[in-house]
């Protein structure tokens, strides 16, 4: 028996290596931003929403391989590695680990970092306990402009989490890392369309 696509469950074939079908991996929404210090590539709606939803909160294995496929094999994730020195995932929230969410940015870091060989370096515990990732209303109308301190003595560092919604965390975990030279990369955005003006091309 072949495998199926992961979203229209349409049959692959006995022999394929794939986990979607082409007509389902061309609708994927792709981010077209240009964002500063970093990049997004997808939009964090339609399939690739659900996707995320069934990785994080269902546990689904299968949704989770193929998020992990698409993030490694971007060229643009290739691009944004050359450029560092070592990867830090995102911390998840305490809320979603209570929850027994799946810790989608550790993968993806872990992921990143053993193919194109970098360190894989976790943020400071205390960060895990302080980092509140659920944005307040002021926060989400406001968004930040993810740029990030740039000292010349830091450690060229790529922070990876698997949504970014208004650059909070990011910002927020970048301003903690002093010895770090942080960029990001993330597999979907979820910015707000007053957010989005902004850095459309």
């Known amino acids: 028996m072949g495998r199926s696509c992961a979203i229209c469950c349409s049959s692959l074939g006995t022999v394929s290596t794939a986990y979607l079908c082409a007509p389902c991996y061309q609708q994927l929404p792709r981010s077209s931003l240009a964002l500063p ?3 997004s590539l997808y ?5 690739m929403r659900r996707l995320i939803l069934r990785a994080k909160v269902e546990g689904d294995s299968t949704a989770l391989v193929v998020l992990r496929r698409l993030f490694l094999t971007s060229p643009a994730l290739a691009v944004a ?3 560092v020195e070592q990867i830090i995932p995102v911390p998840s929230s305490l809320w979603g680990r209570l929850r027994g969410r799946i810790d989608i940015p550790w993968f993806l870091a872990s992921d990143a970092a053993e193919r194109f060989k970098l360190s894989l ?3 400071p515990k205390q960060l895990y306990w302080r980092l509140n990732k659920r944005a307040y209303k002021e926060q989400r109308q406001r968004g930040y402009t993810l740029q990030f301190p740039q000292g010349e003595a830091s450690i060229p560092t790529l922070l990876i989490d698997d949504i970014v919604t208004t650059g909070y965390t990011l910002t927020y975990l970048s301003s903690r890392l002093i010895s770090a030279r942080c960029s990001f990369f993330t597999l979907a955005e979820a910015f707000s369309e007053p ?7």
């Open 43 to 47: 939009r964090y709606e339609g399939e």
């Open 121 to 123: 370096i976790a943020a």
């Open 37 to 39: 210090s970093g990049g």
């Open 195 to 201: 957010l989005r003006k902004q850095w459309e091309p």
């Open 81 to 83: 590695c050359a450029a």
